[in-house]
């Protein structure tokens, strides 16, 4: 997203927090806001419209407020009217926008039921566990699956087994993927969840299991480095031979054996 899409994000970010944010209302807000994004996706006329710059900011949120009034909550009726009179770098970006404020809303409703934590970790290993059964990542990922049948199968997979926020976050990203893969849907949907506490997430590759007092001291000794929290998802990969391998967004931190070896075995051939 750039420049003047940036700003507007911030903006209504701040007014989804005030909105949300101890209220109750989090978790409406959220699902409202994933049913707009599909709104702003199949219709795109009316995105093209809301984003004109040449149209006034005023009659842009007083035409969503027609169009939606009575069908969504007050909340959402405001943060999406405010959005209608904001500046966009391009059409797209009001529904990506809608859609990156119902993940905040929903992190914000795990947070306050204080399943935060388990939200993170519920989206990552289940991740995981499709990237490890292709036939399951086919069926999620088949366009040409209907969507009743995607939810039947979640809900055999995912019921009474994850946070419900989990649940909610998972069904969107397999049913509205809106042009990107599952992982890359899942992944966003992470670390938006960890950006509620400013954390980032690590991905720790190890070959055993790290003991509780071992990934606190690694998460301390990470948050010291890079400044903020650190939340770790722990990967057991039995091709980590020796210490661990971290990955930090596009920053990867190697200390196995195998990758100094590796590493070894170029400077010899060179």
């Known amino acids: 997203m750039r420049g003047v899409s940036r700003t507007s994000l911030a903006e209504v970010s701040e007014?989804?927090?005030?909105?949300?944010?101890?209220?109750?209302?989090?978790?409406?807000?959220?699902?409202?806001?994933?049913?707009?994004?599909?709104?702003?996706?199949?219709?795109?006329?009316?995105?093209?419209?809301?984003?004109?710059?040449?149209?006034?900011?005023?009659?842009?949120?007083?035409?969503?407020?027609?169009?939606?009034?009575?069908?969504?909550?007050?909340?959402?009726?405001?943060?999406?009217?405010?959005?209608?009179?904001?500046?966009?770098?391009?059409?797209?970006?009001?529904?990506?926008?809608?859609?990156?404020?119902?993940?905040?809303?929903?992190?914000?409703?795990?947070?306050?039921?204080?399943?935060?934590?388990?939200?993170?970790d519920d989206l990552f290993r289940f991740g995981r566990v499709v990237e490890a059964q292709p036939e399951l990542y086919f069926a999620l990922s088949n366009p040409y699956l209907p969507a009743d049948r995607k939810r039947r199968l979640l809900d055999a997979l995912l019921g009474g087994k994850v946070a419900p926020v989990a649940e909610r976050l998972i069904t969107e990203a397999v049913i509205h993927p809106r042009g990107r893969s599952l992982e890359g849907s899942l992944d966003a949907f992470a670390k938006l969840a960890a950006e509620r506490r400013q954390r980032l997430v690590a991905e720790v590759r190890v070959a055993s299991a790290l003991s509780e007092r071992q990934q606190d001291r690694l998460a301390a000794a990470l948050?010291?480095?890079?400044?903020?929290?650190?939340?770790?998802?722990?990967?057991?990969?039995?091709?980590?031979?020796g210490g661990m391998s971290i990955q930090v967004g596009e920053e990867l931190i190697d200390a196995s054996v195998a990758s100094r070896l590796a590493d070894l075995r170029r400077r010899l051939a060179g």
Request: aromatic share 2%.
């Open 15 to 120: 007014q989804l927090d005030a909105a949300a944010a101890g209220t109750g209302a989090a978790a409406t807000i959220g699902d409202e806001l994933f049913a707009i994004a599909g709104l702003l996706d199949a219709e795109h006329p009316l995105r093209r419209t809301l984003t004109d710059p040449a149209r006034d900011p005023g009659s842009k949120a007083g035409l969503i407020r027609s169009l939606l009034t009575g069908k969504v909550s007050e909340p959402t009726l405001d943060l999406i009217a405010s959005m209608a009179a904001a500046r966009w770098s391009a059409p797209r970006d009001l529904g990506d926008v809608a859609e990156e404020l119902g993940v905040r809303a929903l992190a914000i409703a795990a947070e306050e039921a204080g399943q935060l934590d388990d939200l993170e």
């Open 223 to 241: 948050a010291n480095l890079y400044g903020h929290q650190v939340h770790l998802n722990i990967v057991l990969d039995p091709q980590v031979t």
